[in-house]
C-alpha cells in the first residue's frame, strides 16, 4: 500500500512558477512508476509527466515540454514536479500517482495503482 500526499499548489501569475511536492508513505517506493496528472474544469484527468524507478528515465506530455520538470528523491520518498512558465491553460487540480508499470506506459493510462487527493494550481492571466 502507498499513499501519496501532494503540496505546494496555489495561485500564479502568468509566467510564474510552481513546484509541487509529492510525498510517498511506504518503504517501496523506489520500486514505482512516479507521474503528474491533471484534470481542468469540464475536462477528463490527463497526463502530465513520468519519472521511472531511478529518475534516469523522464516522459512529458507535448504541451508541458520544456517548461515543466519531474523529478524525484528516493531517499525522501519524494517526487517533484518543477513548473516554470506556467500559463492560464495550465490551470488544474494535478495528481500525484504512482504505478508498477514502466514509465513510458504513463502516457497512454488514466489507471494508475495509486492517486493522491490533488492540489490545485490557478494560473491568472
Known amino acids: 500500500q502507498v499513499q501519496l500526499v501532494e503540496s505546494g499548489g496555489g495561485l500564479v501569475q502568468a509566467g510564474g512558477s510552481l513546484r509541487l511536492s509529492c510525498a510517498a508513505s511506504g518503504r517501496t517506493f523506489s520500486r514505482y512508476t512516479m507521474g503528474w496528472f491533471r484534470q481542468a474544469p469540464g475536462k477528463d484527468r490527463e497526463f502530465v509527466a513520468a519519472?521511472?524507478?531511478?529518475?534516469?528515465?523522464?516522459y512529458y506530455a507535448d504541451s508541458v515540454k520544456g517548461r515543466f520538470t519531474i523529478s524525484r528523491d528516493n531517499a525522501k520518498n519524494t517526487v517533484y514536479l518543477q513548473m516554470n512558465s506556467l500559463k492560464p491553460e495550465d490551470t488544474a487540480v494535478y495528481y500525484c500517482?504512482?504505478?508498477?508499470?514502466?514509465?513510458?506506459?504513463?502516457?497512454?493510462?488514466?489507471?494508475?495503482?495509486?492517486w493522491g487527493q490533488g492540489t490545485q494550481v490557478t494560473v491568472s492571466s
Open positions: 519519472i521511472n524507478w531511478n529518475g534516469y528515465s523522464t
Open positions: 500517482a504512482a504505478d508498477r508499470e514502466p514509465a513510458y506506459l504513463l502516457p497512454g493510462t488514466q489507471d494508475c495503482d495509486y
